[in-house]
């Protein structure tokens, strides 16, 4: 059975980091693309970042460039976002995809 499970979210203040895991089983993940979405309150869930298998290419939306950054472990099965001077608007819960598995979601709410 394919598991995908966040964790790592909490209360961060303004200009805080937080970094999230994403740990996959039941599969062979090391060989798939990696990504991180999520859902604002009120909001439809957007793209975040993503990663592909050999790590060789990473993309993020442009309202996290050069504050997140997308990393992964292969031996481990594991996605990282490592989340720098967060910002109230990026308060949302934060979810993991491996197509077509998605986690519960993690929430990561930040406060000005």
């Known amino acids: 059975q394919v598991q995908v499970v966040e964790s790592g979210g909490g209360l961060v203040p303004a200009g805080g980091s937080l970094r999230l895991s994403c740990s996959a089983s039941g599969r062979a993940f090391s060989m798939y693309n990696m990504a991180w979405y999520r859902q604002a309150p009120g909001k439809q869930r957007e793209f975040v970042a993503t990663?592909?298998?050999?790590?060789?290419?990473?993309l993020y939306a442009d309202s996290v460039k050069g504050r997140f950054t997308i990393s992964r472990d292969n031996a481990t099965d594991t996605v990282y976002l490592q989340m720098n001077n967060l910002k109230p608007e990026d308060t949302a819960i934060y979810y993991c995809?491996?197509?077509?598995?998605w986690g519960q979601g993690t929430q990561v709410p930040v406060s000005s």
């Open positions: 995809n491996v197509q077509p598995h």
């Open positions: 990663i592909t298998w050999n790590k060789r290419q990473t």
